[in-house]
């Protein structure tokens, strides 16, 4: 990650939350429309398999909490950017950010005297890793 800076910023559980699932759709209907652009010949092959994977389980995110516990605290989390203000980053950081974003909820609820097991499983389902191939890869 030599060409990306660490970024501290900070949001509320259910700001981290929604902004991290609209990425990951956003990424999901990214990878959709490059699968969709494949030349028919690749369809087959094991990428258009991994991409059209991703982006159906990357799309099928959403958030099923009602109401956040303690939404008024403010949650550090931490984004990797760019160094160059000019590019955007990738489609694997983009969703490493959301899913930090995501975690950082998980770990603010695990470090509270209350029992929120419930919320914590839903956002480790939403945190789920998930394979984003490369362009040439």
């Known amino acids: ?5 660490a ?9 981290l939350v929604e902004d991290a699932v609209a990425e990951m759709n956003q990424l999901g209907e990214e990878l959709q429309e490059w699968a969709d652009s494949m030349p028919e010949s690749l369809q087959n092959g ?12 990357l799309n099928g995110r959403q958030v099923n909490i009602d109401e956040f516990p303690c939404d008024e605290v403010s949650i550090p989390y931490t ?5 160059r203000k000019k590019r955007s980053p990738s489609r694997e950081v983009r969703l490493g950010n959301a899913i930090s974003m995501i975690q950082a909820v998980i770990d603010f609820y ?16 939403l945190a789920e890793e998930i394979e984003i191939p490369g362009v040439y890869s």
């Open 110 to 125: 695990n470090g509270l005297d209350d029992d929120y097991s419930e919320i914590i499983s839903e956002l480790e389902e």
């Open 79 to 83: 984004v990797y950017l760019p160094k």
């Open 46 to 57: 094991d990428k258009y398999s991994t991409l059209t994977e991703s982006a159906d389980t």
């Open 7 to 15: 970024e501290l910023r900070q949001g509320t559980p259910s700001a």
């Open 1 to 5: 990650m030599k060409s990306y800076k």
